[in-house]
T-cell receptor, first 116, second 113 residues
Framework: DTAVSQTPKYLVTQMGNDKSIKCEQNLGHDTMYWYKQDSKKFLKIMFSYNNKELIINETVPNRFSPKSPDKAHLNLHINSLELGDSAVYFC???????????????FGPGTRLTVL | AQSVTQLGSHVSVSEGALVLLRCNYSSSVPPYLFWYVQYPNQGLQLLLKYTSAATLVKGINGFEAEFKKSETSFHLTKPSAHMSDAAEYFCAVSTSSASKIIFGSGTRLSIRP
């Protein structure tokens, strides 16, 4: 019954590795997001997809590549992981972009990524 | 462009005391304003939102916030704190023309027994 789910919950890996985080929402929403929360709890949007189309792409290194196979899934692939990538990554969804700006975004439980 | 400032990265109150978490926003057009709560090791959950209707907004868990245009503020209050209110609270702003929601830096609320 989980609305927005992410896997894995924890991810520990070495510098230079490539890893993926998966996100799925069962709310029937059209828009999905990836956020990064650093160690100071600062939350910053990275990407947003609406019906599988990229609509927000913040200043994020090219090593980060989102992929949306369908509107219920938005995965995040990270190449050549660096120490600074250590953070909690949150997936979220909203009914659509317009309502997502004025109504609720539903957040997943987060994926804690630790790069050693 | 919009921005939001949360005053106080950490607020500590006694159980049963008033909770007041401060948020000031900047927006050149009418804003949408939100308060989200993040419990330990969980995602964010919407507490309440202001989208140009009533200026006093009531949310879940007994929280409420008042939109004051003259003060560009949207402070979050609760009359009586419970231990279960201990969490991180985020104020956020958006507009009808914005492409995204901008989050504040968060305020950690601690409750003393």
């Amino acid at each position: 019954d989980t609305a927005v789910s992410q896997t894995p919950k924890y991810l520990v890996t070495q510098m230079g590795n490539d890893k993926s985080i998966k996100c799925e929402q069962n709310l029937g929403h059209d828009t999905m997001y990836w956020y990064k929360q650093d160690s100071k709890k600062f939350l910053k949007i990275m990407f947003s997809y609406n019906n599988k189309e990229l609509i927000i792409n913040e200043t994020v290194p090219n090593r980060f590549s989102p992929k949306s196979p369908d509107k219920a899934h938005l995965n995040l692939h990270i190449n050549s992981l660096e120490l600074g990538d250590s953070a909690v990554y949150f997936c979220a969804s909203s009914q659509d972009l317009a309502t997502g700006k004025k109504n609720e975004q539903f957040f997943g439980p987060g994926t804690r990524l630790t790069v050693l | 462009a919009q921005s939001v400032t949360q005053l106080g990265s950490h607020v500590s109150v006694s159980e049963g005391a008033l909770v007041l978490l401060r948020c000031n926003y900047s927006s050149s057009v009418p804003p949408y304003l939100f308060w989200y709560v993040q419990y330990p090791n969980q995602g964010l959950q919407l507490l309440l939102k202001y989208t140009s209707a009533a200026t006093l907004v009531k949310g879940i868990n007994g929280f409420e916030a008042e939109f004051k245009k003259s003060e560009t503020s949207f402070h979050l209050t609760k009359p009586s704190a419970h231990m279960s209110d201990a969490a991180e609270y985020f104020c956020a702003v958006s507009t009808s023309s914005a492409s995204k929601i901008i989050f504040g830096s968060g305020t950690r609320l601690s409750i003393r027994p």
